[in-house]
């Protein structure tokens, strides 16, 4: 809850310093601060200790931000986006039983969904086009896994599908990466984006009656988050 009284802060008082950015440029001649919205999705994946099967899943990422110019070539970003992150593991098998012919597919997602607070320094390479990098700080708000199988027999399929539960408290509240990405404006006012993000921190929950392994047991492997974001942005 501290670290996310923390970020809260920390984003409120960039905004704070935006508008009054925003106040002075209108008596210089340097560009105005500009706020905007932004939408897309991501690509994410648990780093593979302990997770061998995991592979990839795609969720929502959007926010707000505010562009902060510090001169003509680079500014700073500070957002809000509410990020859907995770894993998904799958397995098949086939064969004959008893003269029956079968089919089995399964797959079990594991959905991370974080307030994420990226705060990026961009620099303007062209009027058009930046690459950016910086730090991105997530509170986790929502932590679930869902389960779902199909079986064909004889051409007869049965799907399933179940949801596990809530599985917030094996995992930790706050994550941390870097981010490295790029971007274009489309027009003035609208524009597209990319941005990998490296997952620095655990994000098993610490159990301190094993040793310093995690709540899930993982023989004390360390998972990150890692993401792959593209998306669109829109300036005011």
């Given amino acids: ?55 990839s899943k795609v969720g929502f990422a959007g926010g707000v931000f ?28 086939s064969g004959t039983i008893l003269g029956n012919s079968f089919t089995s597919k399964s797959s079990a997602t594991l959905n991370l969904d974080y307030i994420t607070v990226p705060l990026m320094l961009q620099f303007r390479a062209t009027p058009a086009f930046y690459v950016e990098a910086g730090p991105e700080f997530g509170f986790l708000v929502s932590a679930k896994t869902k389960d779902a199988s199909t079986t064909t027999v ?8 179940s949801e596990s539960g809530d599985v917030k408290d094996y995992f930790s509240g706050f994550n941390m990466g870097v981010g490295l990405g790029l971007g274009y404006d489309i027009t003035p006012n609208f524009g597209v984006s990319a941005r990998y993000v490296a997952g620095f921190t655990d994000i098993n929950k610490k ?6 392994n995690t709540s899930l047991q993982n023989d004390g492997n360390k998972n990150r988050n890692n993401t792959f974001q593209g998306g669109v942005y829109f300036k005011f």
């Fill in 1 to 55: 809850m501290k670290k996310l009284i923390l970020g809260i802060a920390v984003t409120a008082s960039s905004l704070a310093f935006a508008q009054t950015t925003t106040s002075s440029s209108n008596m210089s001649s340097t560009s105005p601060v500009k706020f905007g919205i932004k939408a897309g999705i991501n690509v994410s994946s648990i780093s593979k200790d302990g997770y061998e099967d995991a592979k």
């Fill in 66 to 93: 505010a562009n902060i110019p510090v001169s003509e070539m680079f500014s700073i970003q500070p957002e809000v986006m509410y990020s859907q992150m995770g894993s998904k593991v799958t397995n098949s098998s």
């Fill in 154 to 161: 004889n051409g007869s399929t049965t799907t399933t599908t």
């Fill in 207 to 212: 159990d301190s009656n094993t040793n310093g």
